[in-house]
T-cell receptor
Framework: ETGVTQSPTHLIKTRGQQVTLRCSSQ?????VSWYQQALGQGPQFIFQ???????GRGNFPPRFSGLQFPNYSSELNVNALELDDSALYLC???????????FGDGTRLSIL | AQSVTQPDIHITVSEGASLELRCNYS??????LFWYVQSPGQGLQLLLK??????LVQGIKGFEAEFKRSQSSFNLRKPSVHWSDAAEYFC???????????FGAGTTVTVRA
């Protein structure tokens, strides 16, 4: 089975720009979650999508938004980038039946 | 609100020695508990999980963890570490009806020869 894949691997943006990160979930998984991991910290929950609907959100402003597609792949969009948005963004998928989340290798976003 | 505390920021252990990483959680209901490992520049790999049943759970790479409800703990152990176990370890807690995980700040494990 294929695992969770994220693209791009690395990205450099400047303040005020917009960015889109992509995630392909593991085969058979209908739930996708996004996390932000700042340097030296644990991942922080951004939001989760279940069958194309947002299913919960962490303490992140509205400029963080997402989409889930019919094939369960997902996008994370961040508008008006700030320096503090520099982090590793992790995508995780799960099968919606109580199974654990499986993580991709992340996208490293650097804001200059 | 759910939260996780990993009291040890950094642990150094000799190769072949035993390892124990501490995790304390705060959660109002029955928790789902996880341990993940992260190597530099990579994502998180699931080591083991506890949902219910036997409080001693076995995971991959020779790791095990014990759930102690009375102590709100879920400590990770390995009897004999290998140099390849050097990594960042994260404990996480989630709810039974959703999968929004709360992570601890992590423990960095260094293995010396």
């Amino acid at each position: 089975e294929t695992g969770v894949t994220q693209s791009p691997t690395h990205l450099i943006k400047t303040r005020g720009q917009q960015v889109t990160l992509r995630c392909s979930s593991q085969s058979g998984h209908n739930t996708v979650s996004w996390y932000q991991q700042a340097l030296g910290q644990g991942p922080q929950f951004i939001f989760q999508y279940y069958r194309e609907e947002e299913n919960g959100r962490g303490n992140f402003p509205p400029r963080f938004s997402g989409l889930q597609f019919p094939n369960y792949s997902s996008e994370l969009n961040v508008n008006a980038l700030e320096l503090d948005d520099s982090a590793l963004y992790l995508c995780a998928s799960s099968d919606g039946t109580g199974g654990p989340q499986h993580f991709g290798d992340g996208t490293r976003l650097s804001i200059l | 609100a759910q939260s996780v505390t990993q009291p040890d920021i950094h642990i150094t252990v000799s190769e072949g020695a035993s390892l124990e990483l501490r995790c304390n959680y705060s959660y109002g209901a029955t928790p789902y508990l996880f341990w993940y490992v992260q190597s530099p520049g990579q994502g998180l790999q699931l080591l083991l999980k506890y949902f219910s049943g036997d409080t001693l759970v076995q995971g991959i790479k020779g790791f095990e963890a014990e759930f102690k409800r009375s102590q709100s703990s879920f400590n990770l152990r390995k009897p004999s570490v290998h140099w390849s176990d050097a990594a960042e370890y994260f404990c996480a807690v989630g709810a039974m009806d959703d999968y929004k995980l709360s992570f601890g700040a992590g423990t960095t494990v260094t293995v010396r020869a």
